[in-house]
């Protein structure tokens, strides 16, 4: 079964100023994270299985939303996205399982390792290089150990906790699915040891990490999925959907950072166009798609009403 | 002046009442009989999750006129950034005091997590920063700092937490934390900074306290101690140039009469396991420390524990928790708070069991008694 | 067994909420908590919470309209069954049709309905019906036989002596159709109930007289055929303690107005119900002797039109004396 996830544009817009019209400009209970709501709320109308809330320091902050998102849904996964420096494991474990708790286990976690060493300085993280990795292997490491076991004693570079674990009613409750990525072999390593998802570029040599990471997990007794993470620009055929890029270029298109997206490689096509994609990589064993598409809010209906059921159809005729 | 009412949403279930002391309603004791909300009902899940106790709780004590829920924080409670997180959009005017552990959180990240939350809510967001009771719950918790380090670390947390703030591009390099061009992004940064309760009796904690709380918070003690202590805060923030208010916070049995709340509280004594009454914590806490100093002389009676008038320090018997709490009639409990703010009290966090209809009863009965 | 709870939508607080309606003397008191559909919201939640299947809305001049009020709290609940009451007299049986088609969309198939078909003749006549008794009992049967063929989906005709209808219903059947709650304490109320009701729902009057009521009504039914539930309207004082619940009702009684006591039994004597001339005849208007059957408590009449009894006891008291009714 295929995993669809719609990246949620979390940073802020320019902020609206008053028109010459007169509005009713009464505060009420609305406030700006409604769009994000909505649009989560629009994701789940639409079928999506679920959306990624990504960490953003010059957006809003991703475990209030994601927050937010589970309390004002009732299928939708919602998938944090943190970086492990912001909290000690067994904090982010114990705010993790009240969110499991309250939202019948919908909660995704993908820690964020990438970025560069001044956005890290400025949130206080001077850790570099492998080191990145090392610590957040402790941090998965410690948070599964408090969630699943007590007694729980764990002694690292990073973390030490003492005796520790949770006590029922925090027990028992599904560990939230792990999203990780990259390509590098720290990378693949931590994927094999913690991720259940692996996500991947567009371009990335899919086959390679496949039998990489099948080798590295199966030596944790194992096993990781496949996915993709990029851009889509889906419409009724392919000459509509490359006039709304702006682009005369293929369907494989690098150029979304000129549309306003964070993840510049994509698709662009007819909805038949972009199924055909996803099914061929769906035949190289992909099953999550985390897909940016902007504005996000309309796209979730896009996608929910057009692209799915091509994919459907994509499905069925592999099937058979 | 006025004097802003907090109330307490139950971070681990609730009881049915004081008199007996099982945790009757949320998942934690599905096992006592008349539990409700286990999740499960004719055998099959009903969808129930005790996070929607936790909003009929800030909406009863909303409509009854707080300003506001303090959401504690332990190792077997829900955790109040999530919950709060969650609740923000359902109250309107409710506001949400987070109680947490500064070391857990990243300065940086935690300043974020607190504006997104200020965006949703509308401003809503107060802070109970606490620095740690110590024992073998701190090393739970993944925490070695010792107890005046801890206090250190928490000033610097909110130093750093403030400047990204609020002083943008911030750098600091201190004992704890280092940050390079820290800094919140303007929408998150135009978001009012939240008022800060802070809570220690210990001298370093009267010295962070100082720097960088609103509210110096404590728990209810005889009113002469805490009159002392109130002056020790009042004489160092003389010192520091900030000046100071004052929060209390209590257990309330208020009932029509004086008889009827103390035969709620004789039930419970009479029902608890009062041989824990003399047994010390191993943490390092100096507030509970006090407050089983006050007990002095042996307890043959719940009365016994009666220090002042209407003042009583069986509580943790009766709930865990905080020790001393308020007794009496309607018309008593007012007089004892108004003496309060009389002490210079500008701010009380309150709680009742069941904090749901203990809410409503103490808006409704209570409140509107005090004179001011 | 199933349990239901009351909605307080004329307002809540620590005392008996007086009649809602107006009479001569001491007028209608204000509640100390007002029904805002934020508390009403927190009381439905809490039932829901607790186990209960549905809550009882009272209808009357004095009330806010319970179809509004309980469309609006089915999006505050997930589960919780809304017992919504009416009087037949006052709306068309095929637009309460439509009306219970909406709510079932809106609420998953969350009514039930509560057919109250009036007691009061200055009350009717404000609403602007001038029938008598036994008539209005014989329109509420015409009603309901046509409120049920709109539920059926198949296209009628009716005429009847109090309605006419021609081509109606709609083209679908109602499915699940709410269930039909009735209640009336007169012969002709309860031949209505014998042949048109789901569940027959008396005021909680001591066993022995509800014992010979379902006796009626289950022979009436068993002659058509039919087997109709049955439902009892209770007041509740349990506390831990046998005494501490008399205290309460204690409390309760001297906080009653002697002059509105006085008012109300004027009002019960105006009346054309059974029920209420029963409920009226449990205390007589007398604060003495209101313990009219073990733990049956008729104080809540004395201030208050409708169901007036309270069990009042320990948890055990109660559970006993709620099984003696079953």
């Given at each position: 079964m295929t995993e669809l996830l719609l990246r949620l544009p979390t940073r802020h817009g320019p902020p609206t100023g008053l028109g010459p019209v007169p509005r009713d400009v009464r505060a009420d209970?609305?406030?700006?994270?409604e769009r994000l709501f909505q649009t989560g709320r629009a994701a789940e109308t639409a079928g999506l299985g679920g959306v990624l809330v990504p960490h953003d320091p010059l957006g809003e902050e991703s475990w209030t939303v994601a927050a937010g998102l589970l309390r004002h849904s009732r299928h939708l996964r919602v998938v944090a996205e943190f970086?492990?420096?912001?909290?000690?494991p067994v904090y982010a474990a114990k705010m993790a399982v009240t969110l499991q708790r309250f939202s019948a286990q919908r909660l995704g976690w993908r820690p964020a390792l990438d970025g560069d060493a001044a956005e890290h300085a400025a949130q206080g993280d001077f850790l570099s290089g492998p080191d990145r990795y090392r610590r957040a292997d402790e941090f998965l490491t410690a948070a599964k150990g408090v969630w699943t076991r007590r007694p729980f004693s764990f002694e690292g570079r990073f973390y030490r906790v003492l005796e520790g674990g949770f006590d029922a009613p925090l027990t028992g409750w599904a560990f939230p699915r792990v999203y990780l990525s990259g390509t590098g072999e720290e990378a693949l390593e931590l994927s094999a040891r913690h991720a259940d998802v692996h996500l991947l570029g567009p371009a990335d040599d899919i086959k390679a990490v496949r039998a990489e990471l099948a080798g590295r997990s199966a030596r944790w007794g194992r096993d990781v999925e496949l996915g993709v993470e990029l851009s889509v620009l889906a419409r009724d055929d392919t000459a509509e959907a490359r006039a709304d890029a702006g682009s005369d270029a293929g369907p494989h298109w690098e150029g979304f950072a000129g549309l306003g997206?964070?993840?510049?490689s994509g698709l662009v096509g007819s909805y038949d166009d972009v199924a055909a994609l996803f099914d061929d990589y769906a035949r190289r064993g992909v099953r999550t798609f985390s897909v940016e598409a902007l504005p996000a809010l309309p796209e979730a209906y896009r996608l929910g009403e057009r692209l799915l059921p091509a994919l459907a159809e994509q499905e069925q005729a592999r099937v058979r | 002046m006025s004097v802003d009412f907090y109330w307490r949403i139950g971070m681990h279930g609730d009881q049915r009442s004081l008199r007996e002391r099982a945790e009757s309603r949320g998942d934690w004791a599905p096992h006592v009989a008349g539990s409700i909300t286990p999740a499960l009902r004719g055998g099959a899940?009903?969808?129930?999750?005790?996070i929607e106790h936790m909003a009929d709780v800030a909406r009863a004590a909303e409509s009854a006129g707080f300003y506001g829920g303090l959401m504690p924080s332990f190792p077997f409670t829900d955790d109040p950034w999530a919950a709060a997180a969650m609740l923000?959009?359902?109250?309107?005017t409710f506001r949400f005091m987070v109680a947490f552990q500064p070391g857990f959180l990243n300065p940086v990240h935690a300043a974020r997590m607190a504006a997104t939350l200020q965006r949703a809510s509308h401003g809503r967001v107060v802070y109970n920063v606490i620095t740690g009771g110590g024992g073998p719950a701190q090393l739970w918790w993944g925490d070695e700092v010792a107890h005046d380090d801890r206090y250190a670390r928490t000033q610097e947390f909110l130093r750093v937490h403030r400047g990204v703030w609020q002083e943008r591009p911030f750098d600091f390099d201190g004992r704890f934390y280092r940050v390079e061009g820290g800094a919140l992004p303007d929408a998150l940064a135009a978001q009012e900074f939240p008022e800060v309760y802070f809570s220690g009796s210990s001298p370093a904690a009267i010295d962070a306290a100082g720097r960088h709380a609103d509210y110096y918070l404590s728990w209810l003690e005889p009113f002469g101690a805490l009159a002392e202590k109130f002056a020790a805060v009042r004489a160092h923030s003389a010192a520091t140039g900030r000046t100071h208010r004052f929060a209390v916070r209590a257990e309330v049995v208020a009932r029509a009469t004086e008889e009827a709340a103390w035969a709620e509280v004789r039930r419970g004594f009479e029902a608890a396991d009062t041989a824990a009454l003399r047994a010390g914590r191993s943490g390092d806490s100096v507030g509970a420390a006090r407050s089983r100093a006050f007990l002095g002389g042996p307890v043959?009676?719940?009365?016994?524990?009666?220090?002042?008038?209407?003042?009583?320090?069986?509580f943790g018997l009766l709930r865990g928790g905080p020790a001393f709490g308020l007794v009496g009639s309607y018309q008593q409990v007012a007089e004892r708070l108004d003496e309060l703010i009389a002490l210079g009290v500008d701010s009380f966090i309150l709680a009742g069991v069941p904090h749901l209809e203990e809410a409503h009863r103490v808006g409704e009965e209570v409140l509107p008694l005090l004179r001011g | 067994m199933r349990f239901h709870w009351f909605l307080p939508t004329t307002g809540d607080g620590h005392a008996v909420r007086n009649s809602t309606i107006r009479l001569g003397t001491g007028g209608v008191t204000s509640p100390t908590r007002p029904a805002t559909l934020g508390y009403l919201a927190q009381v439905a939640r809490a039932a829901e919470a607790t186990g209960f299947t549905g809550v009882l809305t009272p209808t009357g001049s004095g009330c806010p309209d319970p179809w509004i009020t309980c469309a609006a709290l089915t999006q505050h609940t997930d589960r919780l069954k809304f017992l919504v009451a009416f009087r037949p007299g006052f709306v068309l049986p095929t637009l309460a049709a439509q009306q219970a088609r909406a709510f079932q969309e809106i609420s998953g198939d969350r009514l039930l309905l509560n057919v109250v078909t009036g007691g009061d003749p200055v009350e009717q006549r404000a609403y602007g019906d001038f029938l008598g008794h036994d008539d209005r009992y014989a329109r509420t049967d015409e009603f309901l036989d046509v409120l049920r063929r709109s539920f059926s989906g198949e296209r009628f005709d009716f005429t009847g002596r109090h309605y006419r209808v021609q081509d109606a219903g709609p083209t679908d059947p109602l499915d699940p159709a709410p269930e039909i709650y009735f209640g009336g304490a007169s012969a002709p109320a309860e031949r209505v109930a014998s042949a048109r009701a789901d569940t027959y729902l008396m005021w909680g009057e001591p066993p022995a007289m509800i014992a010979e009521r379902i006796e009626r009504v289950r022979s009436l039914a068993a002659g058509q055929g039919r087997s109709v539930r049955l439902g009892i309207r209770l007041h509740v004082i349990a506390r831990d303690t046998s005494a501490e619940a008399w205290r309460e009702a204690d409390r309760l009684l001297s906080g009653m107005d002697p002059a509105r006591i006085e008012a109300m039994q004027h009002y019960y004597a105006r009346m054309e119900s059974v029920g209420q001339a029963r409920m009226a005849a449990l205390h007589g208007g007398s604060p003495r002797a209101l313990e009219v059957a073990p733990n049956l408590w008729a104080g809540v009449g004395l201030v208050r039109e409708g169901a007036g009894t309270a069990l009042v006891g320990d948890y055990d008291e109660v559970a006993r004396r709620l099984q003696e009714y079953r």
């Open positions: 209970h609305y406030g700006p994270l970086h492990p420096g912001f909290a000690t997206h964070t993840l510049p | 899940p009903d969808g129930y999750a005790y923000a959009r359902e109250t309107r043959n009676g719940y009365r016994d524990l009666e220090v002042a008038p209407n003042v009583w320090g069986g | -």
